[in-house]
């Protein structure tokens, strides 16, 4: 919160705010905290450009359609399967509690997103939730959250902003880089592979050959 500005944190604040609608304005995001790299394309998340925001949710749409995702149910239910199975395996592992292994559930389900996001949308998953541990890639992501954040603060200030980056971690700028053209490679990878698979992808190669 700041002198002209106000943060809501419910739910009710962001379908009034972000829900789409006749006569609806679209909320724009605020480029202090939605800023996208130097040097980078735009994104869908970061982007405060309306048009550029229509045209790519218009392109993805396709992959959301109620028989796109009746297709993707094959891949989606072989990762719950997954999830499901690897349960019994943590919940009897090994543990100093008393009461025996402590299964931290909110991982779990971070290990199945992660794990099925990749899968459809790069084609390739994770095998987050086999392993019972965060890919490399998404540990970086986690590591980067927080000083992204506290870097983002200051840009309302650009003397603090100009000083908050130069004590930002090295580790911190090289994990970012890292885990950006892995992104990159596996996007265009799967691009590149023409595969026909039921995912987020062939459904908006097909509709948009371009």
């Known amino acids: 919160m700041a002198p002209d500005e106000i943060s809501f944190a419910s739910e009710e604040a962001w379908n009034g705010i972000h829900a789409w609608?006749?006569?609806?304005?679209r909320a724009i995001h605020d480029l202090a905290l939605f800023l996208?790299?130097?040097?980078?394309?735009?994104?869908?998340l970061t982007t405060s450009d309306a048009k550029f925001h229509a045209r790519v949710r218009g392109l993805m749409s396709s992959s959301f359609t109620e028989q796109s995702l009746r297709a993707q149910s094959t891949l989606i239910e072989g990762h719950v399967g997954v999830l499901v199975d690897q349960f019994p395996t943590s919940a009897n592992?090994?543990?100093d509690s008393a009461n025996g292994a402590l299964t931290d559930l909110a991982?779990?389900?971070?290990?199945?997103t992660?794990?099925?996001i990749g899968d459809l949308a790069l084609g390739e998953s994770s095998r987050c939730p086999a392993k019972g541990e965060h890919h490399d890639q998404v540990r970086t992501v986690y590591d980067c959250l927080k000083p992204t954040t506290i870097v983002a603060a200051p840009r309302y200030w650009p003397i603090l902003q100009f000083l908050?980056?130069?004590v930002v971690p090295k580790s911190v700028i090289e994990g970012r880089r890292r885990f950006q053209k892995?992104?990159?490679d596996r996007a265009n990878q799967r691009l590149d592979s023409r595969s026909q698979r039921p995912d987020f992808v062939t459904p908006s190669?097909?509709?948009?050959?371009?």
């Not at 991982?107 to 199945?112: C, G, I």
């Not at 190669?205 to 371009?210: A, G, T």
């Open 182 to 184: 892995y992104a990159h």
């Open 93 to 95: 592992a090994e543990d």
């Open 164 to 166: 908050l980056e130069k």
């Open 107 to 112: 991982d779990w389900f971070n290990f199945f």
């Open 21 to 25: 609608g006749i006569g609806h304005k």
């Open 114 to 116: 992660v794990n099925m």
């Open 36 to 44: 996208f790299p130097e040097g980078h394309a735009d994104k869908l």
């Open 205 to 210: 190669m097909k509709h948009n050959p371009n």
